[in-house]
């Protein structure tokens, strides 16, 4: 081991956000010898992972089993899970954090952050579910930007265009080629759901299908063709 990993108690938090932590070194003449002075703190959401989180991980494990191995199987489930849980451990996380990772007891940050792991995945492979993926994202602008990158309608999966949200349109008399598109915010949507959306005011599709737009950065620009 090169570095020490210990474990402390949060003992107070002040109005400036100072942390007290109480924690105790394994060997005080190491420390000593060692003349530690600074340290990094991992904040462990201390909530643990809900049964709604759990549904979502093994409904969206289940739609890739199908699509692998063209039926759906417990023990099917069960290998996707491994195999997309040691993706995001090497990806995503810290080895510290990966020592703690169990879908049995990991905390609702990191339940939360492997549902989005694992619909990125799955937008990114176009693998088609039975439901739409809005409804298990629990980082909305997160899925939208990745339908985005990946040109796939935020409701329902198919091949998208570029909706450019309300206050980000290209005015009539503007050629879209000659217009800068960075920071506008933007919609990835399917003809039926671009025209549904033109068909009604904004703020009634977004609610309806729980979705945001994002600002269009120097990637989806790129992936667009977009003048930037």
Do not use: W
Not at 20 to 41: D, K
Not at 127 to 139: G, N, Q, R, V, W
Not at 183 to 200: N, T, V
């Amino acid at each position: 081991m090169v570095e020490e990993h210990i474990t402390g108690i949060i003992r107070d938090v002040d109005e400036h956000g100072t942390l007290t932590i109480l924690a105790g070194v394994p060997s005080v003449a190491r420390a000593m010898l060692r003349q530690y002075r600074t340290c990094t703190i991992i904040l462990e959401d201390g909530r643990r992972i809900t049964p709604k989180q759990r549904a979502k991980i093994y409904a969206l494990l289940g739609e890739i089993d199908e699509y692998v191995n063209g039926l759906r199987t417990p023990e099917g489930q069960e290998e996707q899970k491994n195999i997309l849980k040691l993706k995001f451990m090497l990806d995503c996380m810290t080895d510290a954090e990966r020592k703690m990772f169990s879908l049995s007891d990991c905390s609702e940050t990191t339940a939360r952050a492997f549902i989005t792991y694992v619909i990125d995945f799955i937008v990114a492979n176009d693998i088609s579910t039975a439901f739409p993926l809005y409804e298990k994202a629990e980082d909305i602008e997160h899925y939208v930007y990745a339908c985005l990158a990946n040109k796939k309608c935020a409701v329902c999966g198919r091949h998208a265009d570029l909706h450019h949200a309300e206050g980000s349109h290209v005015g009539n008399g503007f050629n879209r080629e000659e217009v800068h598109h960075l920071g506008r915010e933007a919609l990835p949507l399917c003809r039926k759901h671009h025209d549904e959306c033109h068909g009604m005011p904004e703020r009634e599709f977004l609610e309806k299908y729980h979705l945001a737009p994002v600002k269009l950065d120097e990637k989806l620009c790129k992936v667009y063709g977009l003048r930037r």
